[in-house]
């Protein structure tokens, strides 16, 4: 029953995360649109437009950047993988070193967003006012997002090498 919840929960958190990307994606592609369309009508204002455009930016970004984390396809360079592609068990190694470093820098950048986020209550934009927390959230949700999936990618890793050795036993 529990994993039937978990798996629930994993699952709305991925749909939400897709229905994020292509809402701002297209919230993105028409505000640009009307920005280049709105600036060659003479006496329009457009002050704010920009602060709308980054807002939509940032959370596009760190969606898109958990997406691709949770996708694993981060661009990587595989140099230890043409140089010891004979070395399967190895390779497994070297990955849950790469998933262990990257579960403790994400932890660490979450860390340090989440003080920005705090330090940052109570302030507004320039243009528009809105609170700066809105844009912050999409710094910390982000990389709350990033460590989650890499967790989910490391118990994986780790899966596969207990797989290993259970079979490489008598």
Not at 13 to 34: D, P, Q, R, W
Not at 36 to 61: C, F, N, Q, W
Not at 81 to 109: D, P
Request: aromatic content about 16%; proline content about 2%; some cysteine.
């Amino acid at each position: 029953m529990i994993r039937k919840i978990g798996m629930f929960i994993w699952n709305t958190v991925l749909v939400c995360n897709k229905v994020i990307l292509y809402f701002l994606m297209s919230a993105l592609i028409l505000t640009i649109v009307g920005l280049v369309v709105v600036r060659y009508i003479p006496g329009a204002k457009i002050y704010g437009i920009t602060e709308l455009v980054t807002l939509a930016s940032a959370h596009l970004y760190f969606a898109a950047g958990a997406y691709v984390v949770y996708k694993d396809e981060l661009i990587t360079v595989n140099v230890l993988s043409e140089n010891f592609e004979r070395h399967k068990t190895f390779l497994k190694y070297v990955g849950l070193f790469k998933y262990i470093l990257s579960a403790i820098v994400c932890s660490i950048y979450g860390y340090w967003a989440l003080q920005y986020f705090v330090a940052s209550a109570g302030m507004y934009s320039t243009d528009l006012h809105y609170p700066r927390i809105l844009i912050l959230a999409s710094l910390v949700l982000g990389f709350a997002l990033y460590l989650t999936f890499t967790i989910y990618h490391l118990r994986r890793q780790l899966r596969l090498l207990r797989k290993d050795a259970i079979e490489a036993l008598p």
